[in-house]
């Protein structure tokens, strides 16, 4: 596996998808200064101005289970964002950072499998210095509101990507360990939510994360129903 120091990183002033061009590249960090067509999960469109921090890396990891690299990476932010901004952010199951009920970074991990992960693509999508639009400021918050400055994308991006590898090293072996720390760190467990799926909605109490990292949903008559995929709501 390459390393932090292994990976080259590219910057673009523009392009389509950060993800879509470390794919393409391959073994790399990719920057961008805006996305044309970045996107979260089930394609939904993420809007990608000028000031946030839109990047992709790419590597091949040990780790068979997308949803894993996901939680590495949300931990890693929360650590540096911890670090660096004294801000407590906690991650919303599966793929969100939240500060104060609103949402900072969404986290999409994109795989191609041979038997196992041949490839992973891990984008990131953080609101840094971009200013959010009216529409969305009820629900989402940048790093510029909770510090009140201007934050260095190039220096922020580097450090994401330090802690990401060295935190996915840790984690590498230790299922329990990520299962543990992520569970502390969760926005999620514990509270009542309604869970979107292509199946259905499911109304529960979110109970737990299982050794896969999915979510177990208590439902009103006590049963318990594990939740591969959807869309969360408090």
């Known amino acids: ?21 470390a794919r393409e590249i391959g073994n790399c960090v990719v920057i961008a200064e805006t996305q044309s067509k970045g ?17 992709s890396i790419s590597f091949s990891p040990r780790i068979d289970n997308p949803k894993k690299l996901t939680f590495i990476t949300a ?27 609103k949402k900072l970074c969404g986290i999409l991990t994109d795989a191609v499998f041979s038997n196992k992960i041949k490839t992973a693509v891990i984008g990131i999508g953080l609101n840094v210095n971009n ?34 590898f060295l935190q996915y090293r840790k984690y590498n072996k230790k299922n329990k360990k990520l299962l543990n720390d992520l569970k502390q760190l969760s926005d999620t467990i514990g509270r009542k939510v309604r869970v979107k799926t292509l199946g259905g909605s499911h109304y529960g109490i979110a109970e737990s994360i299982d050794e896969d990292g999915n979510l177990i949903l208590k439902l009103k008559d006590g049963a318990r129903k594990k939740i591969t995929e959807g869309n969360l709501y408090y």
Do not use: C
């Not at 390393?3 to 950060?18: D, E, H, P, Q, V």
């Not at 996107?39 to 990047?55: A, D, Q, T, Y």
């Open 131 to 164: 200013d959010l639009p009216l529409g969305l400021r009820r629900k989402a918050v940048s790093l510029k509101d909770i510090t009140k400055k201007k934050i260095g994308i190039k220096h922020l991006a580097g450090s994401i990507t330090k802690e990401f």
């Open 39 to 55: 996107r979260g999960r089930f394609n939904k469109k993420w809007e990608s101005p000028k000031g946030g921090l839109w990047m």
């Open 75 to 101: 931990i890693s932010i929360q650590k540096i964002i911890k670090r660096k901004f004294g801000a407590d952010t906690r991650i919303k199951w599966p793929n969100d950072l939240i500060f104060k009920e």
């Open 1 to 21: 596996m390459k390393n932090s120091k292994m990976l080259k990183t590219y910057y673009f002033k523009k392009l389509g998808s950060t993800n879509d061009k």
